[in-house]
């Protein structure tokens, strides 16, 4: 029964950690841009849901539909003011700017919201199903079945609307799509814009299972940058297959040597795979 508990909250977790990574793995692959701001974006959704539910009583689930059109306009206008200036500029330019506005980010979010930890807890709860002997909160299933939904929306925008195919091109070959028409400045900001718009959609639904504070950012990115590293750069599928991974070396670790040691067990496997198969599970070798 603790194998099958294990398993069954690393694939409930997993699905919440490829949300996490998967707008972070869109912009690095797309944009070239390590996203340092990402994680802040995150904690400022998980804010949202709370603000609103303890404002106004509106639930997390329709919280979702405030936070993924506000966040891909936040991201839109920061990407197209800011981030488009040195868009062509080294690595190190473009990941000491977004570090700068993290840092402002996360330093204005502490300012209002302070570095105590809040929880949204839903009232009444939820409880939770049973079936087995293993045990799923209800809020989890459901955190766990919208994170599985926003995937899907970004796997179908990007397979089957033109503006996705248009981002598959400019990450494909920026030069290539610019000569067949494409308006590279644009699909630069939509991307960042979407990325944004999942980052603040998983923080509505990290709120609902993890304490809320500024000081979480850190953690989240690195999660992130973890889940993209194991999955393949700017694959969806790989996104999703990565979170599980690291989620079950996580559970299996906390299960073994203590939950102390799950963040160093994920670290290390991030070193792994970097020697041994630094294209992910499911990318593919010197693809940039």
């Known amino acids: 029964m603790l194998a099958a508990q294990v398993l069954i909250n690393a694939l409930v977790l997993g699905c919440l950690y490829a949300c996490i990574a998967i707008g972070f793995s869109l912009v690095w692959g797309v944009l070239n841009v390590i996203n340092l701001i990402h994680g802040s974006f995150i904690v400022l959704g998980a804010y949202l849901a709370w603000g609103l539910y303890q404002s106004l009583h509106i639930s997390p689930w329709y919280a979702l539909v405030v936070a993924a059109p506000a966040f891909f306009v936040f991201g839109y206008v920061i990407q197209r003011l800011i981030l488009n200036r040195v868009i062509t500029a080294p690595v190190l330019v473009t990941l000491t700017l977004t570090f700068g506005l993290d840092l402002i980010l996360n330093n204005a979010m502490i300012y209002y919201f302070k570095a105590d930890y809040r929880k949204l807890t839903l009232t ?16 989890r299933l459901i955190a766990t079945v919208a994170a599985l939904a926003l995937t ?19 990450r494909l070959d920026r030069d290539a799509a610019k000569l067949m028409g494409v308006d590279v400045n644009s699909i630069y900001a939509i991307a960042f814009g979407l990325g944004a718009a999942l980052a603040g959609c998983a923080g509505v639904l990290m709120a609902l299972i993890f304490p809320i504070s500024p000081l979480t950012s850190t953690a989240y990115l690195g999660k992130a940058f973890v889940v993209c590293v194991l999955g393949g750069l700017g694959s969806v599928s790989g996104a999703l297959a990565g979170g599980i991974l690291l989620a079950l070396i996580e559970g299996i670790g906390s299960t073994l040597i203590g939950p102390a040691h799950a963040t160093t067990l994920s670290f290390a496997l991030l070193i792994v795979f970097l020697i041994v198969r630094p294209q992910g599970l499911l990318g593919r070798k010197g693809f940039e």
Request: charge should be positive.
């Open 124 to 139: 009444p709860p939820m409880g939770s199903i049973s079936l087995f002997g293993v045990v799923v909160p209800v809020d």
């Open 152 to 170: 899907g929306v970004l796997y179908l925008i990007l397979r089957r609307l033109r503006v996705g195919r248009a981002i598959v091109a400019v």
